[in-house]
């Protein structure tokens, strides 16, 4: 599951067009995981981590 770290979090929107199934704006208009997110959206949430210019979030295992 993923989680995005607040206080390294710019708000870029990167993560949440990567995959949209996974990420989207909080009301402070930072990026958070969405809950119950299934396996299935495990690799673009990766791809989605991987080109977050702040390294903001962060994949623990369930
Ligand atoms: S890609 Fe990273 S910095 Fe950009 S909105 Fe998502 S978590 Fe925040």
Known sequence: MFFVEKDKCIGCGSCVNI???V???DSDNL???KENVGDEFKDIGMEALENCPTNAIVYKKE
Request: glycine share 0%.
């Open 23 to 25: 990420f989207e704006f």
């Open 19 to 21: 995959a949209p199934e």
């Open 31 to 33: 990026a958070k995981a």
